[in-house]
């Protein structure tokens, strides 16, 4: 009997992070169900998406795996992965049960782990790349949002407020800045982990997108930057996210 397919439905919402969920879903080439919302007025997700979502924060994206739900769109991009230590067990358990067939324990285990992401391209086996990219799946929250988000926020109370605000708060989104173009130097410059797109590029890219379209730090340019993300935006399972999707900031 053939795998069953996956049962997923992604809530997507409109100028929010779930661009990264469903470009990870078209670069694994998964088929999945699309609940899209538009934001409010105010820029808040509608009361639809909360109720939809079933989540208790109603935070987008969300992913739902059949009966599973799942939130944050770090903790989603992990989720689709095959963790190299699940591998690293399978031989352990046949020490433990000994015998010319695969001892059931052994199946969910490797269905678990090739399910999503067979070829390992998104998170690499290698152990210096997986590093880095899980350093780059957590820099986009814990860097680069967690120093542009209190901009949005400071906006929608007090515009004029932000506006004498936003020098400061250029300074840590510029030095976050410094470390993208220089990690992108000391590479190919066209991806930020390897020669392909991985879970480093679908995490990150929104952020600096969402950082250039609040042009904080705009008195500067990074070049480097600037072509790296011409060139993932450029890509097929980007391009087809957008499309199916309708993502706009």
Not at 88 to 113: D, F, G, K, M, Q
Not at 137 to 142: D, K, R, T, V
Not at 164 to 171: E, W
Request: hydrophobic fraction near 40%; charged fraction near 25%; proline fraction near 5%.
């Amino acid at each position: 009997m053939g795998l069953k397919m996956p049962d997923l439905t992604l809530y997507f919402l409109q100028a929010s992070r779930s661009i990264r969920i469903a470009w990870l879903l078209e670069e694994l080439g998964l088929d999945y169900k699309l609940e899209a919302y538009d934001r409010e007025d105010t820029g808040l997700a509608p009361a639809g998406f909360k109720q939809s979502c079933g989540t208790a924060l109603g935070k987008a994206p969300v992913l739902k795996d059949g009966k599973l739900t799942l939130q944050e769109s770090g903790a989603i991009t992990e989720y689709v992965f095959p963790f190299p230590s699940c591998i690293s067990a399978i031989p352990n358990v046949l020490r433990l049960h000994p015998s010319r067939e695969p001892h059931p324990l052994t199946v969910p285990a490797r269905y678990l782990c090739e399910h999503y992401d067979k070829s390992h391209r998104l998170l690499p086996t290698e152990q210096a790349q997986r590093v880095k990219v899980r350093e780059w799946i957590h820099a986009a929250e814990g860097a680069f949002m967690v120093h542009c988000l209190p901009m949005v926020y400071v906006r929608r109370i007090d515009a004029s407020a932000a506006e004498r605000l936003a020098p400061g708060l250029a300074g840590n989104v510029a030095r976050d800045l410094d470390w993208l173009e220089a990690e992108l130097k000391r590479g190919n410059g066209r991806y930020l982990v390897g020669d392909h797109v991985t879970a480093a590029d679908t995490m990150v890219a929104f952020s600096i997108q969402f950082i250039f379209w609040l042009k904080l730090a705009q008195d500067r340019k990074w070049e480097g930057i600037e072509a790296w993300l011409r060139n993932v935006e450029a890509g097929e399972t980007y391009q087809r996210a957008v499309a199916k999707t309708g993502h706009h900031l």
